[in-house]
């Protein structure tokens, strides 16, 4: 049936696929786990066990926030949670490494050639934001190369290159806090551990993730396009100015001494804020996309027409959920948030494929998607409350003869949906060929 519908049988899943689909995430966190421990003993090497346990306190403190916001973010399209750990793992660990090894084999060069404590000084403003923008990135270009399905656009690589950067600066606080503690005289430990958990936990939480997240919006803008060349182009001109940031924080806080502040009220403000805004456009325009959606998917009977309002906005999603929440509890609620899911998978993918940028397994991974839209709501169905008691709750008083949905799929939207829809088409049939050329014909 797929090879018929694609053409192609390289995507078919195999056992030895479905075994490497496990194998392949088990020896990535046995790999990010060993990177871990040999973080850990350098620095447990060079700040001793009581600044490893002072490091480590201090650095859950902002760590925590910054995840929370990361993950507020991703509501509209949750990403798969495993990806986001790997996200974190990898800059905690891999990233953390790597940086650790080369920023410390650049500055021992550098101090051998220049001398008079310039390896730190050089190496910090010059090599570290090179080296660890670097490094944090690959994730995210890996994440185009080889799960490019996971990655919808802008928001995505916000979330991802914030996780990664959390990771990292988790890691690094550690050595920052730790070292404060090891390093201070007797009875100075706490007033100087407690200065640097204000310039790093209270100031600047978000200063790597602000860094890596223009390589974020970059991949994000790449992961819209087709064009090799542009993605290049595009994700090159992200990490450039990531590193442009990088440096410039590093040389502020290096150099300039108070003009620091100046560096940070006037420029990395306003460039949070900025991104602020950019994170609140974009989820404004993926509710958009899923609200377009929404009317085609009940023509052709993937949801119910009765549910488009509620699946067009957040607040009528978190209504619905609180709703069966309180009617049938938590397991019938989480069977409401997974057809929700679904259906915004399916929403954001339609999209990519519209614009062209999605490639010859589009096909394959529209029909996948519109099974798993079908078992989430058959998942659902099986629990009537959860497709019934928010319908229930706002529908009733402007329609007093409805009535609840049937256990099965839902019935085809009749006829051409009202006006209020302009976004709607028929869903178009799946191509053998690339999306450019699509023929728009009904299923």
């Known amino acids: 049936m797929v090879q018929a519908l694609t053409g192609r049988t390289a995507m078919l899943p195999t056992p030895g696929r479905q075994r490497r689909g496990v194998l392949g995430p088990v020896v990535g966190l046995v790999a990010l786990g060993i990177c871990g421990l040999i973080v850990l003993g350098i620095v447990s090497n060079s700040v001793g066990v009581g600044g490893i346990v002072v ?6 403190l902002p760590v925590g926030p910054v995840v929370a916001v990361f993950l507020w973010i991703d509501r509209w399209e949750p990403e798969p949670p495993s990806l986001l750990l790997f996200a974190f793992l990898w800059g905690a660990c891999f990233s953390a490494l790597t940086a650790l090894l080369i920023n410390s084999g650049a500055a021992l060069v550098l101090e051998t050639v220049l001398g008079n404590g310039s390896g730190d000084i050089y190496g910090a403003v010059a090599v570290a934001p090179i080296v660890e923008e670097a490094v944090k990135g690959v994730f995210l270009v ?52 407690l200065s640097v958990l204000f310039v790093r936990g209270v100031l600047s939480p978000f200063a790597h993730p602000l860094f890596t997240a223009m390589t974020g919006i970059a991949a ?21 100015v990531a590193v442009a940031l990088h440096a410039l924080w590093n040389s502020s806080a290096t150099f300039l001494q108070d003009g620091f502040f100046w560096v940070y009220l006037f420029i990395m403000v306003p460039v949070f804020a900025a991104m602020v805004i950019v994170v609140i456009w974009q989820r404004r325009r993926e509710q958009q996309t899923v609200a ?6 009940a023509q052709a009977g993937w949801i119910a027409p009765s549910e488009i309002q509620l699946l067009s906005s957040m607040a009528g ?10 009617r049938s509890g938590k397991k019938v609620s989480k069977a ?24 010859a397994s589009g096909a394959l991974w529209h029909d996948e998607a519109v099974a798993a839209l079908r078992r989430a709501r058959l998942k659902a169905v099986g629990h009537p409350e959860a497709l019934t008691v928010a319908l229930r709750h706002h ?30 088409q028929p869903p178009p049939l799946p191509p053998n ?8 014909q009904q299923r």
């Open 55 to 60: 490091g480590a306190i201090c650095a859950l």
């Open 142 to 193: 890996g994440l185009l190369m080889f799960r490019p399905r996971e990655f919808d656009g802008i928001v995505d690589g916000i979330v991802y290159a914030g996780l990664v950067a959390a990771g990292f600066a988790f890691t690094e606080n550690i050595l920052y806090f730790g070292r404060a503690f090891a390093e201070a005289g007797m009875g100075e430990e706490s007033l100087s551990v």
């Open 220 to 240: 994000g803008i790449a992961a819209t396009n087709r064009s090799v060349g542009l993605r290049i182009v595009v994700i090159g001109a992200g990490y450039i």
């Open 292 to 297: 377009a959606q929404l009317p085609g998917f």
């Open 317 to 326: 999603r978190r209504g619905w959920q609180a709703a069966v929440r309180r």
């Open 336 to 359: 409401v948030s997974e057809y929700q899911a679904a259906v915004t998978e399916l929403a954001f993918l339609r999209s990519k494929m519209a614009r062209g940028a999605v490639g």
């Open 395 to 424: 529908g009733p008083a402007n329609n007093p003869g409805w009535q609840p949905p049937p256990p099965g799929p839902p019935p085809r939207a009749p006829g051409p949906l009202p006006p209020q829809y302009p976004g709607w």
């Open 433 to 440: 060929q690339p999306p450019q050329s699509w023929p728009y």
